[in-house]
């Protein structure tokens, strides 16, 4: 036991500084506590809790939160693209900059404040236990949420900045427009007319995580001062979502394709055999 914990200070050893008295930075044990804590409640609680009761009307709640979020992660792309990614930041090998310069302090709180997002998102699957959409709480749904902030906290303790934050920078400005997506849909049914382009979404989804992957396992092949540990770390993570993802797509879209598909040669199969039948009698008609 005295090995563990003597490995684990030494790898702390090795954490930034500069977060060390940050809310939620000192031990990982308070996030995975939450992520857990996560999980049963939408698993298990939440649907007790609402076992005997109507489901809530939270309209105007989930429009307000939906435009928030797309605010926040838009926030969130300004200031990584600002401080590194639009800027002066090297797709190729990005080191981490553990100073206190104006850049790499605004790198490493908008780093953090990604990380304390990734608990307001737990808001997505608290709205389906409210309504009662149990059938909206997929696995897929409950792995991608309930692992991130855990995810996400190890990469803010070590490295705050640099080649790691790509992910995030992405991840946001997807999620610039899978809330948007989501907000219109809140609004109401009327907006639906708009919302066709949710396969496209997914399939945006998908594109990010073969990004995330690329970027990040090219360090393999390139002397970076960067700890490749987090890079396999954060690639791994882009290969089990783009499976995740890439199966949902499949059940999701493949099917309704089949489906239409199958609608329109039905109905032309039909729309045949009922002219035929009109010809049919129209001949003996004739005939007769």
Not at 158 to 182: E, K, R
Not at 239 to 261: A, E, V
Request: charge should be positive; include cysteine; aromatic fraction near 20%.
């Amino acid at each position: 036991m005295s090995l563990i914990f003597n490995s684990y200070n030494s790898i702390m050893e090795l954490s930034d500084k500069r977060l060390a008295d940050w809310p939620l930075m000192s031990s990982p044990l308070s996030t995975m506590t939450i992520c857990l804590s996560y999980v049963y409640f939408v698993k298990y609680l939440g649907p007790k809790l609402m076992k005997n009761r109507p489901p809530f009307e939270l309209r105007g709640l989930m429009i307000a939160y939906n435009f928030l979020m797309v605010l926040i992660s838009a926030l969130i792309v300004y200031f990584y693209g600002v401080s590194g990614w639009l800027t002066n930041y090297s797709y190729k090998c990005q080191p981490v900059d553990y100073s206190n310069s104006p850049d790499a302090l605004i790198m490493a709180k908008t780093s953090y404040f990604y990380y304390i997002v990734k608990y307001i998102e737990f808001c997505d699957t608290l709205f389906f236990v409210l309504r009662k959409k149990y059938d909206h709480i997929s696995t897929l749904h409950v792995i991608h949420h309930g692992i991130m902030p855990f995810s996400v906290w190890w990469g803010v303790k070590f490295v705050p900045g640099g080649h790691a934050t790509f992910f995030s920078f992405l991840n946001s400005f997807i999620h610039v427009i899978m809330y948007t997506y989501y907000g219109l849909a809140a609004i109401g049914p009327h907006m639906n007319k708009y919302l066709g382009w949710k396969k496209y979404l997914t399939a945006m989804q998908m594109v990010q995580f073969v990004l995330i992957f690329i970027h990040s396992f090219q360090l393999i092949f390139r002397n970076c001062n960067f700890p490749k540990a987090f890079m396999v770390w954060i690639g791994c993570h882009g290969i089990l979502f783009w499976f995740l993802f890439s199966d949902f797509y499949k059940r999701t879209y493949s099917k309704k394709d089949r489906s239409t598909s199958s609608s329109f040669t039905n109905g032309a199969v039909k729309s045949s055999t009922d002219k035929i039948e009109q010809l049919k009698h129209a001949i003996e008609k004739r005939l007769n």
